[in-house]
């Protein structure tokens, strides 16, 4: 068995210990067996930007048949798949995922995600023409394409029920359109959608198989809340079905094709919910791995008093301590496996501290402390800042060393008994998420000087 690596990856802010021997996408060329059915997917793994491609003999059978297009009209083609970015969008007539305002920070979260993906997967089925020239027609291909309710847009309707059109052509284009939105939302739980290795069988029409899945999903969007949970789970559905139904959620995921971690952990823009894909294996020994938080409840985990810190006045709160200088430079993520003892398999947040020891940091934690960080703005603080100088209600809050929280070696959360403020200054992304991770849940403010996008 080889011994894992460093694999140091532009989308995730310190390196990851891991094997990168990973499959990569084929599009299906190894299934050489017969359709048994009109139109399908062949068995393999695909890049989101293949099953667009995929799905082009829908679209190019049905375009065929339209035949030639008057002189001085828009292209058949580009009328359809303007129909499909209206089917896409999220703000339109055609949408078929509209979120009402106002948005909460965790729909807004999905929305935007929606609406970026539905871009790009338009943007790729006008460059598959291009490529292929329209000419993966089936010219005989004639389908059932039960009515999934996706609109035409006006100008659609009199071109695929006027004369032009036969009765079997809407069938084709709903299939399109269908499996065109079944993509969008499968894609919806990534930030880096475009990247995700993603298997398909032939157990069912195209990407079909997802539509239970993607109901469970949007009927929490729609009427309830998103929480980590549906995500992680829909993201499970997608690429690891046999792990749906594990004993835990946990908080992302190994499956044959690379491991999913939550997005925070790339750094840029701090997401909420996203999840990130990587292309590396951090458990050689198996194939799909849940990575599972540390404390099964964080309410009730274990607690610690944080460590004695430094009194320092109000008015000296835009000075801080150069934390560069406290705490160790090297930052790694590696795996644990819990499955011998019976125990969580779990993802650490490492460091290499000053005295060569090293502190670990469990990312299920820093997960919740992420999503449960309250994000301080900076003219509030200011605000805050004067108002207690001048009222002198409280002229000094605790500066703690970085090192300090982080070398909090006890399975335990940190707190503050005694109450008051506490400040922990730390620049650097992955220290700045490892005091996140020490600190109990829904007790942390993150000030995130000049923008947010820092991770708190």
Known sequence: ????????????????????????????????????????????????????????????????????????????RSRLLDNVAANLATDTREATLRLNEPLDISRREINDQATRIGKTLVQWARGIEKVNGGKSVHVDLQLRSPCEGHLLTPSNVDLMFGDRSQPQLMQLFNEYMHQMVLLRDALLPFQNYQDVLIPVGRKSRGIRHLESARSSFLADLLTRHTTQRNVVNFAKALLAPDLVDSESVGYGFQYGHGTILPAFLSGGPTPLHLLQYVPVKVNQNDTNVVLDYQFDDYYSAPRAEIPSGADTAVSELSSFPDPETQVGQAASLAFVDGSKAGKPSRLELRFGSVNKKCVAVDVGQISRGHRYSYIAKEFLIDKTTESSASSNSRDSVIIHDAMSILQTTDASLLTAKNGGVHVIPVESPPRSLGSVGQVISRECCAFVEGSRDQPC
Not at 29 to 46: C, E, M, P, S
């Open 1 to 76: 068995m080889s011994t894992s690596s460093l694999h140091r990856l532009q989308n995730l802010i310190c390196p990851i210990f891991g094997h990168t021997d990973i499959i990569p996408a084929d599009g299906g060329i190894h299934d050489t067996q017969l359709f048994k059915k009109a139109w399908g997917l062949r068995a393999g793994v695909y890049t989101p930007m293949q099953l667009v491609e995929g799905f082009a003999p829908l679209l190019d059978t049905v375009v065929f048949h339209l035949g030639d297009d008057p002189i001085g009209s828009k292209p058949a």
